[in-house]
C-alpha cells in the first residue's frame, strides 16, 4: 500500500485544476489512429491558438508600450522561465541581435537551471524561486527594466519567484502564462493569461501552451523594436550582416526603401561600413555617411525623424 505525502497530495491536486493539465476523454484512443488522422487533429487544435492569444491584444499592447518606454531609457527586457517556457524566452532573446542588431545583453533569456538547461533537463531548477532572485539580482535588475516571467501553469515557482523579485527592484513585470487567475499573473503588473485548453497529449505543454507563448513573445520583442525604431515600415534596417545571406538581405532593404540601383546601393553600404540605415538616409537625404550616423544619433535611431531633420 502506497501513501501520498501531504505536500505531494497539495501538488496533485492543485495540477488537476490547471486547464494546461486536463486530461481529454475524447483523445484517450488518440494512439489507435492512422498517422494522417492524428496530424489532423493536430492541425485542428493548433488552429485554436491565435484566437485565443486575439483575446488578450490589449492587455499585450499595454505590456509592450511601457517596456518600449523603459527600453528607450536605457533598460532591457529579460525573459525569465523553465523548460519549454524558459527555452522560448532564450531563443526570442537569441534572435534580437542578429534580426535588430540589438547589443546581446538588451534582450536576455533566463532559463532555470542556466545554459545547460537549454538542452538538458536541471532537476529540482524550476521549483526555485530564490534561484530566480539570484539570476536576477546577477545582471542587476532595476527600474528601467523589464522582466517578463513565462510559465504555461502559471505557477512555476522560478518564473513567479523572478516576476516578484524584480517588481521588488522597481522593473516593469508581465506575467504570461496559460491558465486563468495564475499566481504568476497576480504577481505581475500585466497579466497575460492566454487559455488554450488542454493538450492533445496531457500535460504536454510543449504543444499549444508553447506555441501561444511563442507567438505572444513575437509580439513583444518584435512591436518593441518596431517602437524603438529599429524597423522602417516592415523592413528590419538595423540588420547586423554577418554572412553573405544577410549581406543579400541588407542590399535588398537598401534596395526597398530607396528604389535605387544597384550600384548606388553598393556605394551606399560601403560608405557606411554594411550598415543598413544610415545607408538609406545617404540615399533618401543626399547626405554624406558622417552626417546619416550624426542625424541618426540624434534621432535616437529613429529613420524617419532623421529624415525629417535632415537638410
Not at 175 to 200: D, K
Amino acid at each position: 500500500m502506497t501513501s501520498t505525502s501531504p505536500v505531494h497530495g497539495d501538488l496533485r491536486a492543485e495540477l488537476e485544476t490547471l486547464t494546461t493539465e486536463a486530461f481529454r476523454p475524447d483523445l484517450a484512443d488518440v494512439d489507435r489512429l492512422p498517422t494522417l488522422d492524428i496530424a489532423h487533429l493536430m492541425n485542428s487544435e493548433d488552429r485554436s491558438v491565435p484566437g485565443a492569444v486575439a483575446q488578450h491584444l490589449p492587455a499585450i499592447a499595454a505590456a509592450i508600450d511601457a517596456a518600449a518606454e523603459r527600453m528607450a531609457r536605457g533598460g532591457r527586457l529579460i525573459y525569465a522561465g523553465a523548460g519549454t517556457a524558459g527555452r522560448l524566452g532564450v531563443l526570442d532573446a537569441s534572435e534580437c541581435p542578429p534580426t535588430f542588431n540589438t547589443d546581446p545583453s538588451q534582450v536576455v533569456g533566463l532559463i532555470a537551471g542556466g545554459p545547460s538547461a537549454f538542452v538538458n533537463a536541471v532537476e529540482g531548477a524550476e521549483d526555485s524561486g530564490e534561484l530566480a532572485a539570484s539570476d536576477l539580482a546577477g545582471l542587476g535588475v532595476g527600474a528601467d527594466d523589464t522582466v517578463v516571467g513565462v510559465s504555461a501553469s502559471g505557477r512555476t515557482p522560478y518564473a513567479v519567484g523572478a516576476v516578484r523579485y524584480a517588481r521588488s527592484r522597481g522593473a516593469l513585470t508581465v506575467g504570461l502564462s496559460c491558465n486563468e487567475n495564475s499566481p504568476l499573473a497576480a504577481a505581475a503588473e500585466h497579466g497575460v493569461e492566454v487559455v488554450v485548453g488542454p493538450e492533445l497529449l496531457s500535460g504536454s505543454t510543449r504543444l499549444k501552451a508553447g506555441t501561444a507563448q511563442k507567438l505572444v513573445l513575437n509580439m513583444i520583442s518584435t512591436i518593441t523594436m518596431i517602437r524603438l525604431g529599429k524597423t522602417y515600415g516592415n523592413l528590419m534596417v538595423d540588420l547586423r550582416a554577418s554572412n553573405e545571406k544577410l549581406r543579400a538581405r541588407s542590399r535588398r532593404i537598401v534596395a526597398y526603401a530607396t528604389g535605387a540601383g544597384e550600384e548606388e546601393v553598393e556605394a551606399a553600404l560601403k560608405a557606411t561600413e554594411g550598415e543598413v540605415k544610415p545607408a538609406i538616409l545617404t540615399i533618401l537625404a543626399e547626405v554624406d555617411a558622417v552626417t546619416a550616423s550624426r542625424l541618426l544619433t540624434e534621432a535616437q535611431g529613429h529613420l524617419r525623424a532623421a529624415l525629417r531633420a535632415a537638410p
